[in-house]
């Protein structure tokens, strides 16, 4: 099985920004968490993350006919963007949405997701291991081990 991670913008600034919402975890850590767990179940991942909403499209588009599952923290474009939400839709590919902090118990902007439309599932609150959740999820519905 072939998992595509996706983080969009300000995940490269992971133990710098807002610790006490996001924790102390680096980016580099969270990439290696990932890649760590997906070689103890053989799955093959990709991670990928960009702060251009473009660059998010243009990830997600690319992954057609390539990845069995995505996994995607959009980060701020959660809240804003129809582009990621209908890039995922075109490819119809299995995705969860992500985020570390439970962002439905936070600001009034950051109630509403408009990628998870196109989501199977999705995970708030668990920290970083909402990744490694994401990820198993994707493999138990692939029938993967």
Known sequence: MKI??????NLNMLGIREPDIYGCETYASLIKKIEEHCKAKSLYVECYQSNHEGSLV??????????DGIVINPGAYTH???????ALKAVSIPTVEVHISEVDKREGFRQTSYVRAACIATITGHGTDGYLEA????AERAGAK
Do not use: M, R
Not at 58 to 66: H, L, R, T
């Open 4 to 9: 595509l991670v996706i983080n969009g913008p």
């Open 80 to 86: 804003t963007s129809v582009a990621l939400l209908d």
């Open 135 to 138: 990820i198993d999820l994707l």
């Open 58 to 67: 243009d990830k997600i588009q690319e992954a057609y006919g390539v990845f």
